[in-house]
């Protein structure tokens, strides 16, 4: 089984993108996205580096803030 984190774009080019989550930041591919995303966007990332799907940037938050608890972390941030 594979799980899809959410992650905020922090920089965007050339089919790929820079996206953080929990302060770490990665490079992952945007090649199974419709619409390429934008800085400020969520995107579901699966292993491999890929990101899979645009999220609500409130459902985001939901997901990483129920992944935190958890994994008995602090929340990330209510805010981009």
């Known amino acids: 089984m594979c799980m ?10 050339a089919g790929r993108a820079i996206v953080e989550c929990y302060g770490v930041e990665r490079e992952v591919s945007l090649a199974l996205l419709e619409d390429e995303p934008v800085r400020g966007d969520y995107v579901l990332v699966r292993a491999g580096g890929f ?5 609500d940037p409130a459902r985001a938050r939901e997901v990483l803030a129920c992944l935190a608890v958890l994994a008995g972390a602090p929340s990330p941030p209510s805010t981009p």
Do not use: F, N
Not at 51 to 55: G, I, K, P, Y
């Open 51 to 55: 990101a899979v799907e645009r999220l």
């Open 4 to 13: 899809a984190i959410p992650s905020l774009v922090v920089q965007v080019g």
